[in-house]
């Protein structure tokens, strides 16, 4: 095995505040937004198991013991606590927290404080745009204030993130002017039956002023194939912005192959070994086989659950000792490469990218 140093985890959200009732849990454990079926839980799943492998002894429990029990210790030490015990066990240095998720969620500066980490903010390009548009009375004041909006972000924060631009085929090319004001009047006119900004147009605007910030930029991927994404990853190089893909899984190796063959594409790994528990260490290496290791990094994908912090950070520490460690045993890798390759990818390869503090 192979020591990880601590993680910069470079996608992730914050904690919910409150106290946390058995459904609530559930549904923020499964991810799916829903409770599970009748008759089932979500603890009966990959990531249920490692919740219940790595949380309870940062509890003062036992490994693996029963859900009931573990939720009751939680509920007898109170979120903040909790939260406080699991954040600082999970091997985190540096939070990059999307602060663009609904919900009663902690801030980056909460979540550093509670973790004994750094934290720094992702602002997400659509809810950018939709509070641009709750105080801006016209279509010409609207693209203003957001080429302004960008801007100043760009200032401050490390990344932008844009959620649904990148679930489906993009044009790669800039909308022109009129298309842009034509969508935005479009949109503008429709949002309260539409909801979140979902129009292409004004999405690869979006993306475009994003790409000129010079910011890296985050494209989730949900659980879609990244290949579409090849043309826009061709028109953005040589540009100076990185592309970061996240959550790629089952379509992790597609993401690896975009970030082998183009100079600014980055994928992540860590999200797909949540999902994947036990099984983490063989998608890591499928990452591996294909993406340069200096163009993976660590995320957790975390979401209201200080558990999937802890989960996302020891099976991706775990599957990197087992990958790198079963190689130097092979005589394939000598240890100190194999203690560098970790170092990069837990931390250096992020740290680098987001022009974070010990970028070398």
Same mark, same amino acid.
């Given at each position: 095995m192979i020591d990880t140093p601590p993680l910069v985890d470079q996608y992730c959200h914050g904690i $919910? =505040?409150?106290e946390l009732g058995l459904g609530?849990?559930?549904?923020a454990l499964g991810r799916t937004g829903t409770l599970?079926?009748?008759g089932t839980t979500f603890f009966d799943t990959q990531t249920g198991f490692a919740v219940r492998r790595w949380c309870p002894p940062l509890l003062d429990l036992e490994p693996h013991c029963p859900p009931a029990r573990y939720l009751a210790r939680r509920r007898e030490l109170g979120a903040i606590e909790a939260g406080r015990r699991l954040l600082r066990g999970s091997g985190i240095s540096t939070y990059l927290v999307d602060t663009g998720v609904p919900g009663d969620l902690t801030a980056p500066h909460e979540i550093a404080a509670a973790g004994a980490a750094d934290a720094h903010e992702i602002v997400c390009l659509e809810l950018l745009a939709e509070q641009v548009a709750d105080t801006s009375g016209s279509v010409a004041s609207f693209l203003a204030n957001l080429a302004e909006a960008v801007h100043t972000a760009a200032a401050s924060a490390v990344a932008f993130a844009c959620v649904t631009g990148a679930r489906a085929e993009l044009d790669p090319r800039p909308p022109g002017p009129g298309e842009v004001r034509g969508a935005a009047g479009r949109w503008l006119a429709g949002r309260r039956r539409h909801g979140r900004l979902d129009d292409p147009v004004l999405l690869r605007h979006l993306l475009w002023n994003a790409v000129a910030s010079g910011r890296p930029l985050?494209?989730?991927l949900g659980m879609a194939d990244p290949m579409p994404l090849a043309a826009f990853a061709d028109a953005t190089s040589g540009l100076g912005t990185d592309l970061v893909l996240l959550h790629?899984?089952?379509y992790h190796r597609q993401a690896a192959h975009l970030a082998g063959v183009h100079p600014h594409v980055y994928?992540?790994?860590g999200p797909a070994? #949540? =999902?994947t528990g036990a099984r983490a260490a063989g998608v890591l290496a499928e990452i591996m086989e294909l993406a340069p290791f200096g163009k #993976? $990094?660590?995320s957790s994908g975390a979401w209201g659950l200080p558990e999937l912090h802890v989960v996302g950070a020891r099976l991706f520490s775990q599957a990197l000792g087992r990958v790198l460690g079963g190689w130097v045993a092979d005589g394939a890798w000598s240890g100190g490469d194999a203690r560098r390759v970790a170092e990069m990818i837990a931390a250096g390869n992020a740290r680098r990218v987001y022009g974070l503090a010990g970028a070398a």
């Open positions: $919910l =505040r409150t609530t849990f559930e549904t599970p079926a009748p985050q494209l989730q790629g899984y089952p994928t992540d790994a070994l #949540v =999902r #993976v $990094l660590y």
